[in-house]
C-alpha cells in the first residue's frame, strides 16, 4: 500500500519527462555560470608576495581542517548510511535509493562547502589586492560578489541537479528517496555548520582574549599566534559552512514540495516545485550581474536592489509559469484523489500566491533583519549609545533587540505560513502551498548565498590587507567599508536560513503525518482503532511534554555550542601566552609565531566538540519516539520548531546588533576607539560571536535533521507499537541506547572542563 | 448539558459537607498560626532611632508604591470583571459565583503581597537589629525566617479557605466558579509581579550604575539618592510580587485539581484535592518552627532540612490519608462515569503515588537549583573563575549555565508530567493525577515561601545595617551571611514556582479541551461534524503557527520587561546623577539625598512599564483564540507553557549564577573585591539583575494568565465559530481589537524611548 503522499502508479508524461530534463539542463547550465564566474575570479591580481603567503597559510589551514572534518564525519555519514538501509521500506529499490541518494546528499552538501571554502581563500587575497588598484571599490565589490556568485550557482546548480535526478528516476517513488538525499544534505551541513562555527569563533573570541583584550594589540596584529587561525575559521566557518548550509537548505525545500507535490497536484505537483527553482536560477544569474554599485553608493544599498529586482522578476515568471502550467480547477490535475479532484479552488492560483508569498517573505525578512542590526537604524544606535553606561546595559540592550527582532521575524514567517495555509480548504493542498511558499524562497537562494560570502570574503581580505601591511590609505578604507556591510548581509541569510527551515519543516510536519497513518494501514490497525495519541495528539500532557523536550533540546543545543566556543578559546588562550612568555621575539616583531600550532588545536577541538551537538540532533528525535511515541514526537517537532526559529534569530540578531554597534563606536561615536564606551561594545561582540556564527545558524540545520530523521523513523516506531510486528522491548531498548549515548556524549564533553576555567590564576598576568 | 469535568448533579454526603469544613477550619488555622508569628517578629527590638529612620523610609516608599499600583490595578480589575460577567456561562449563579470569586481571587493576591511588603518593611530593621545582640546569628535568622513563616501561612490560609468555600457553596458548579478565583490571584500576581520587579531592579540597576560604577562608592551608600528605592524595591519586588506569585500558584494549582477531580474521582475527587493541602498546612507549621541553625551550621542547610523533613511528614501523610479516604478500585466512587468506573487500577495508589511525585519533584528542584546556583557547586565556581578572562566570558559561562539548568530544570518537570500521567490508561484520571502531582508539591509551598521571603528580607537588614553604620563586626558578618543564604533560597523558590505552573498549566489545558467539546455539543454540533482542526491538532501548520506565536510571546514578554528595566534605570541614573551635580554637598555626606523622588520616579515608570506586557498577557491568546481559533491556540498554549519553563528558568539561574559569581569573587577569591575580575562579575550581577528578577519570575503567572483566559473564552470561540450563534464578523472583530491594543501598547513603550540611551553623552561625565 502506498502513502498518501507518494504515487508508486503515478508515471510521467513525454512531455513532463521532457520537462524534468529541461529542469536538469538548467541545473547544469546554473554550474556552467558559476565555471564561468569562477575563471573571472581566480584571473584577477593576487597581491604582493606577503599577501599571498599569508592567504597561502590560509589556504593550507582551511584545507587541513575540511579534509581532517570529511574523515571524522565519513565514519559517521557510513554508520547512518547502514542504520538507514535497516529502516523500513517499500520496495528494495526504494531502500537503495534512498541510503545512495543519502550519500549523494552528503556529498554534494560536502562539495558545496569545500568550494566555498577553496574559492573565497583564494578569493580573499585578490579582493584585497583589486582594493589598492584605482577604481578599487568597484573592482573589490565586484570579485567578492562574484565569488559568492560562483557558490551560490553551484548550489542552486547541484541542489537543482540532485532533485531533478531523482524525480526522472524515481518518479512516483521519489519523495521517500528524498527524504534520504534531503537528510544527508542537512546531516552534513549540520556538522559542518557546527565544526566550523566552533573553529571560527574559538579562534576569534581567543585571539581577542589575548591580542585585544590582555595585550592590547590590534586585530589581526600578525604577532598573535591566533590569526591565521581566525581567519582560517572564517573560511570554514562563515565560508563552508554557511555554503553548505545554504545548499541544505535549498535541498530540504525542495525534498519537501517534491514529498508534498504528488498528493495535491499529482504529477504536476512533481514538476512545479523544480519549475520555480529553474526560474530562480535565471534570476540569481541576473541578480549576480547586474550587482554594482554606483558611484558614492554603499554597498549594501546595490546588494539590496540586486536582490529586490531579482525578487521581482521572480515573482513575475513565476505566475506566469503557474498560470501557464497548472489547470484552473483540481479537477484538471491528472493522477490526485478524487478527494482532491473535488477540492474547489484554482490551483493555478494557489500555486502563484504561494510563490509569491514565499518571495515576499524573504523581501521582509531582509528588510527586518536590515533595520535590527544594520548600523544606520535605530536599534543598532540605541545599543551604541548604552555603551556610555557600560558594558552591562550593552548586553542588556543587545539582548532586547535580539527578543524583539525574534519576535516579529517569528511572527512575519508564522502568518507566511498561516497566509499559505489559508490558500485551501484541503489540508494536503494546504501543506503543499505551504512548501511552495518554501519555492518561492528558494528563487532568492542564489542571490542570497552570493550575499552571505560576500562577508566572510571581505572580512579575510581587511585580515589580510592588515597584516600584510602592504593596502593603506584608500585601500584601507574599502576593505572595512565592504567588512561593514559584510556584517549585514551575514545576519541577512541567517534569517533567510531560518524562514526556509520553517517552511520546509512545517511540509516536513505533514509528511510526519503521513508517514504515521500510511504505516498505521500497513500494520492493519483501521484507523477506528488507532489510539488517542495518535490522531488527538495536541491536548494530551504526553504531548505536551514533547513540546518541553523539543524546546529543552534547542536551548541544550544552543548552551553545547556556546561552550564548546569558550572551551575551544580557552585552549587558544592558552597556546598563545605560551608563545608569547617562551618567545619575546614574537612580541618585537623578530619572531614568526607558530601559527599552525593554533590551527592545529582549533581543529582538533573544533571536531571534539561538534561531536555532542551532532548526536544529539539524531538521536533526539529517535529517544523521543520510541520512548513516548508518535504523539510526543509530533509534540517535540513542533517544540523544537517554535523555540528553534526565535532562538536562532535571537543569537543571530543580538549578535550582529552588538558587532555593528561596536562598529558605530570604532566610527567615532561615543568615544570613538579606546574609550570606556568601546571596551563596553568590544565585550558585547565578543558575547555575540559565539551566538551569531556557532549556536545560531546551527539550529537551522539542527531543525531540519530532526524532522528528517522523525519522518524516517515513523514507520519503524508505528511498526514496534501497534500489529503483528509489536515488541515493547525493541521500542524501548532503542530509546534507552539512544539516551545513553546522549548522556554519556555530554558527559563526556563536561568532563573535558571549561579550559578557560582551569587557566591557573598566575597565567592571566604573565605574557 | 454539563462539561464532562462538571457535574451540578453532584451532591456531597453529610460527611463530606463537614470534611470541607474541617479543611476550612485548618485553613483559618494556618491564619491564626501566622498571626501569632506574626506578633513574635513584631515584639522583637527595632534597634538605633537611625535604623528606625531608615526603616521608616523604606516602609513609607513600599506602602505608597503598594497603594498607589492597587488604584491603578483596580480599574483594569473592574474592566475584566465586567468582560468576564459578559462571557457565556451555565446560569446566573456561575456567572455572578465566577465574577465574584474572580474579585475574591484577586483580593486575597493584593492582600498576601501587601502583607509580605508591610511586614518585610518591619522586620528588615529588627533583623538587623538582632544580629547586634549576643546569639545575633541565631536570632536574626530566626527573625527573618518567621517573618517568612508569617507570609507562608497566610498564603496557604487563604488559598485552602477560598478554595473550600467555593466547594462548600457550590459543589458540582465549583470548577467553573474556582477558574474566577484562579484567574483574579494569577492576573493580579502578574501584574505585582511585574511591576514590583521592575521597581526592584530600576531602582537596583540605576543605584549601582551611578554609585558603584560612576562614583565609586559602595553599594548602599547613604549618599546615593536611589539607596531607598533600592530598598524599597526589595520589598515591593522581592516581597510583595513574590507572595503575590506564590499565592497564585497556590490557588491555581488548586483550582486545576478541583476542576479535573470530579470528572476522574466523582465526589471524592472534590475532596481530596483540598485533603492534601490541608496536610500540607501541617507541615509547613513544623517546617516553620523546626528550623534553626546548629551552631557553626550554614543557614542553608538549616533551611534545606527544614524542608526535607516536612516534605518526608507530607508525603507520609498524604499516602495513608489517600489509602484511608480513596477505595481500591474505580468503582468504588461514587458519582463518576460509567467509563471512568470501568477504569482498571486503583484511586488510591494513583493519588498517593502522584502526590509524592509532586513532593520528590519539590526536592529534586530544590537540589537542582541549589547545585547551579549556590557558591559551593561547580557551575558557579566555574563562572567565577571566567571572571579572569574578562566580562564576556562571564557572560557567557552564565549564558550557558542558565541553558543547561534550564534543560535539566525543564526534563525533570516533564519527567514528572509524564509519570503521573502514566499512572492510568484514561487520559481523565491521568490529567487528575497531573494535577494530584500539583497538590503535592503545594504541600511544601508554606515552608518555599518562608525560605523565599526570608531572602530579601535579610539583604533588606544588611542595607539598613550599611546605611545606618550602626551594626558592624560579627553583626555584619551574620547579615551578609545570611544574604548570601537568601540568593539561593530565592532562585529555588522560582524553581518551583515555575514547576508548579507547568503542572497547573498541563492540568488546564485538559480543562481547555473539555471547555471546547462542551462547548461544541452546546453548539449541536455532533463530535462527528466536529472540524478537523478540532481535534487532530498537532499535525496541522496552522497549530504549529500557534506554537510559534505561544513561543514568540514569552520572548516578547521578556524582551519588554528587560528593556523596562533599563528604561527605568536610565531615568534614575539621570535623577540621581542630577542630585550629585546640583548638590554637592550629598557627596561631602553634609547634605541628606532627596530619597523620595526617586522613589517617585520608581513608583511612576514601573506602574507605567506594566500595562504592555500586562495586555500582552491577557490579549494575545484572545487574539490567536478568536482570530485564528481553537486548534492554534492549544498550539499556541503548548508553546508558551513549553519555552516559558525553558526561558523562566534560564533567566533565574543564569541571573542567580552571576550574582553568587560575584559574591565569590567578593569573598577573596580570583582577585577580590575592586579587582579586574571582581568588576566582570558586577557587569554579569547587573545583566543578571532583570534576568532573575524581573523577566524570569513573572513568566510563571504568565502562563497560568494564559491558560486561563483560554480556559474561559474556550465557549465564545466555538460559539462564535460553528453553530446557530456563528458570526465571523464578530470573532474576527474581537481579534482585530485585541491585536490593535497590543500593537498600540507596544508602540506606545517604544516611543518612550530607552531613557539610558537618551542619556546625552556630557551627562555621564560630569557628576
Not at 541518494?101 to 581563500?121: C, E, N, R
Not at 549540520?190 to 566550523?196: E, K, L, N, Q, T
Request: some cysteine; proline content about 3%; aromatic content about 8%.
Amino acid at each position: 500500500m502506498s502513502r498518501q503522499f507518494l504515487a508508486e502508479g503515478l508515471e510521467l508524461s513525454g512531455g513532463d519527462r521532457g520537462l524534468v530534463a529541461v529542469v536538469a539542463v538548467v541545473a547544469l547550465a546554473a554550474l556552467a555560470v558559476g565555471y564561468v564566474l569562477l575563471r573571472e575570479v581566480l584571473a584577477a591580481g593576487q597581491g604582493t608576495s606577503k599577501m599571498q603567503d599569508i592567504a597561502k597559510a590560509v589556504q593550507e589551514g582551511a584545507a587541513a581542517y575540511l579534509n581532517r572534518q570529511f574523515r571524522t564525519l565519513g565514519i559517521f555519514v557510513v554508520i547512518v548510511f547502514v542504520l538507514l538501509f535497516a529502516l523500513p521500506a517499500e520496495d528494495i529499490g526504494e531502500r537503495i535509493g534512498r541510503s545512495l541518494f543519502f550519500l549523494v546528499g552528503a556529498g554534494f552538501s560536502a562539495v558545496i562547502g569545500y568550494l566555498g571554502m577553496w574559492l573565497s581563500t583564494r578569493a580573499n587575497v585578490r579582493v584585497a589586492a583589486a582594493a589598492k588598484e584605482s577604481g578599487g571599490r568597484e573592482k573589490a565589490m565586484r570579485i567578492a560578489f562574484r565569488t559568492g556568485g560562483v557558490v551560490g550557482m553551484f548550489t542552486v546548480g547541484l541542489g537543482l541537479f540532485g532533485a531533478a535526478l531523482v524525480v526522472f528516476v524515481y518518479v512516483g517513488q521519489a519523495p521517500r528517496v528524498l527524504e534520504g538525499f534531503g537528510f544527508g544534505a542537512a546531516l552534513l551541513a549540520m556538522f559542518m555548520r557546527v565544526g566550523g562555527g566552533i573553529f571560527t569563533k574559538a579562534a576569534d573570541v581567543g585571539a581577542d582574549l589575548v591580542g585585544k583584550v590582555e595585550q592590547g594589540i590590534p586585530e589581526d596584529d600578525p604577532r598573535n599566534a591566533a590569526t591565521i587561525a581566525d581567519n582560517v575559521g572564517d573560511n570554514v566557518g562563515d565560508c563552508a559552512g554557511m555554503a553548505a548550509d545554504l545548499f541544505e537548505s535549498y535541498a530540504v525545500t525542495l525534498v519537501a514540495s517534491l514529498i508534498l507535490g504528488t498528493a495535491a497536484f499529482g504529477a504536476k505537483g512533481l514538476l512545479f516545485p523544480l519549475i520555480v527553482p529553474a526560474i530562480g536560477v535565471l534570476t540569481a544569474v541576473i541578480g549576480v550581474y547586474i550587482t554594482s554599485a554606483r558611484t558614492g553608493e554603499n554597498g549594501l544599498t546595490a546588494i539590496n536592489r540586486s536582490f529586490y529586482i531579482s525578487a521581482v522578476i521572480s515573482a513575475v515568471l513565476c505566475t506566469v509559469a503557474a498560470f501557464l502550467f497548472l489547470p484552473s480547477s483540481f479537477a484538471g490535475l491528472a493522477g490526485v484523489s478524487e478527494e482532491i479532484a473535488g477540492t474547489p479552488g484554482n490551483p493555478a492560483l494557489i500555486a502563484a500566491v504561494a510563490v509569491i508569498i514565499g518571495i515576499v517573505l524573504a523581501g521582509v525578512i531582509l528588510w527586518l533583519t536590515g533595520y535590527f542590526t544594520g548600523t544606520e537604524h535605530k536599534p543598532v544606535k540605541e545599543v551604541g549609545r548604552t555603551s556610555l553606561t557600560g558594558a552591562a546595559t550593552v548586553i542588556l540592550s543587545g539582548i532586547s533587540v535580539g527578543f524583539e527582532s525574534a519576535v516579529y521575524t517569528a511572527l512575519v514567517i508564522g502568518g507566511a505560513v498561516y497566509g499559505a495555509f489559508l490558500l485551501s480548504g484541503s489540508v494536503v493542498v494546504s501543506l503543499f502551498a505551504v512548501a511552495l511558499a518554501g519555492c518561492g524562497l528558494l528563487t532568492t537562494v542564489g542571490v542570497i548565498v552570493a550575499m552571505d560570502t560576500f562577508g566572510p570574503v571581505s572580512d579575510n581580505a581587511q585580515g589580510i590587507a592588515e597584516m600584510s601591511g602592504d593596502v593603506d590609505g584608500e585601500g584601507a578604507q574599502i576593505l572595512t567599508e565592504l567588512d561593514a556591510v559584510g556584517n549585514t548581509t551575514k545576519a541577512i541569510t541567517k534569517g533567510i536560513a531560518i524562514a526556509t527551515a520553517v517552511l520546509a519543516a512545517t511540509a516536513l510536519f505533514g509528511s510526519y503525518k503521513d508517514a504515521i497513518e500510511q504505516a498505521l494501514r500497513d500494520v492493519q490497525v483501521g484507523l477506528g482503532e488507532v489510539p488517542v495519541s495518535f490522531t488527538n495528539v495536541v491536548f494530551s500532557p504526553n504531548v505536551l511534554v514533547g513540546v518541553i523536550i523539543g524546546a529543552a533540546v534547542v536551548f541544550m543545543f544552543s548552551g553545547l555550542a556556546v561552550n564548546a566556543v569558550t572551551r575551544a578559546a580557552g585552549a587558544i588562550v592558552f597556546e598563545v601566552r605560551r608563545q608569547f612568555r617562551e618567545n619575546p621575539g614574537i612580541m618585537d616583531g623578530t619572531v614568526k609565531p607558530e601559527y599552525g600550532r593554533v590551527v592545529d588545536i582549533c581543529t582538533k577541538d573544533s571536531l571534539r566538540e561538534l561531536a555532542t551537538p551532532g548526536l544529539l540532533a539524531v538521536l533526539a528525535p529517535i529517544a523521543v519516539g520510541f520512548g513516548l511515541g508518535v504523539g510526543p514526537l509530533a509534540g517535540y517537532l513542533a517544540g523544537a520548531i517554535a523555540t528553534g526559529t526565535l532562538m536562532a534569530v535571537f543569537l543571530a540578531n543580538s549578535g550582529g546588533a552588538w558587532d555593528n554597534a561596536k562598529k558605530l563606536v570604532e566610527d567615532g561615536n561615543h568615544g570613538g576607539k579606546g574609550s570606556d564606551a568601546h571596551a563596553a561594545t568590544v565585550i558585547g561582540d565578543t558575547v555575540g560571536d559565539p551566538f551569531k556564527d556557532t549556536a545560531g545558524p546551527a539550529i537551522n540545520p539542527l531543525i531540519k535533521v530532526m524532522n528528517l530523521v522523525s519522518v524516517l523513523i515513523a514507520p519503524a516506531i508505528v511498526g514496534f507499537s501497534v500489529g503483528a510486528g509489536e515488541s515493547a522491548g525493541i521500542r524501548y531498548a532503542i530509546a534507552i541506547v539512544a539516551v545513553v549515548v546522549i548522556v554519556a556524549a555530554v558527559v563526556v564533553s563536561k568532563r573535558r572542563g571549561t579550559a578557560i576555567a582551569d587557566t591557573p590564576a598566575e597565567a592571566t598576568t604573565s605574557a
